[in-house]
């Protein structure tokens, strides 16, 4: 069995270790695509991420320092949260038979052992390599969710990449006028291809939007590229009493962020949307399990599609090379998959 861990900042390599056994209740699962963030994940490469430096206490859900082993720490094995495969062997009463195609979440390795009601069948009629975007996806619906949007309404989406592509395709779906910013120039060609009306440089981005509106502003504005600068712009680009949803994942200090000055003047209304759960008002009637759901139908439908936004199908032997790519080439690379497949 092979598996990708991070054994410092900025280095990678694909281990050799032996198979897990299977247990009862559980299933062994060959890997397909497994898709690699160029977000979350690029923070234990890059060595930025708060659990490798803190402790999440999670009974007072807080982070803590000093209080003992970090969260995280190196080696990292098998990081990854966007699998898809295909069923080997499966113990007795799980429901699963072998040639079974299913996603889930096991991490960058050739296979893994994982418990039955961890796994989730591929549906009919859809490419497994869309299913391996279940989670993503899952990212960006929740984070449409809590923008609240209604139609005719105008929302600016920062960041392009993946995520932000699909919360584009989403938002423009559900009958809002998407308004991209990326500094990215590949990037904004994409997210007009995914149906904003206009893509933004960063650069002067508030005014632009003030002149597109005729001076109001945004109706909401989701940051998801982790920047604080960004963070920063999207507070610029909504009207008085306008949303903000921050669903960038940020590190360290918010260097450039100034809630001094349009949060505190123009009232804004901030929220965090993070995959851990949906926003309070949709606890009744959404969930994980239905956010996950609903991107695949919308997928197996054609009303979204995730499998143009990948740039790169590498084998996992080139893993090295596929997050230094992303790390350091992020115009070159969108969605970087490693395709076991292939080897």
Known sequence: ??????????????????????????????????????????????????YLTRTWNADLRLFTENAGTPGLSYPVVGWGYSEAGEVAEAAEGTGFRAGDQVWGIWGHRSEAVVPAEKLRRVPDGLDPLAASFARVGAVALNAVLSADLHLGEVVTIFGQGVIGLLA???????????????????????????????????????????????????????????????????????????????????????????????FHHNRVELVSSQI???????????????????????????????????????????????YRLLDTGPGDALQIVLDFDQE
């Not at 904004?188 to 005014?207: F, I, N, Q, S, Y």
């Open 1 to 50: 069995m092979r598996v990708v861990r991070f054994t410092g900042p900025r280095q990678v390599e694909l281990a050799e270790c032996p198979p897990d056994p299977l247990g009862d209740g559980e299933v062994r699962v060959r890997t397909r695509f497994s898709g690699i963030s160029a977000g979350t994940e690029l923070t234990a490469y890059r060595g930025t991420n708060p």
């Open 168 to 262: 584009t395709q989403m938002a423009r779906r559900s009958g809002a006028e998407v308004v991209a910013v990326d500094g990215l120039a590949a990037r904004r060609a994409r997210a007009l291809e995914a149906g904003a009306a206009r893509a933004l440089d960063p650069p002067g981005v508030a005014e632009r939007v003030r002149e597109h509106t005729g001076g109001a502003g945004a109706d909401v504005a989701i940051e998801l590229s982790g920047s604080y600068l960004a963070l920063h712009e999207a507070i610029r680009t909504v009207t008085a009493g306008g949303r903000v949803v921050a669903a960038g994942f940020y590190q360290d200090e918010g260097c450039g962020l100034r809630l001094g000055e349009e």
């Open 276 to 322: 851990g759960g949906v926003s309070a008002r949709l606890s009744g009637r959404w969930d994980q399990a239905r956010l996950n759901r609903t991107f695949l139908r919308l997928c197996a439908e054609g009303a979204l599609d995730p499998v143009s936004l990948v740039t790169h199908r590498l084998p996992p032997s080139r893993v090295a090379e596929a």
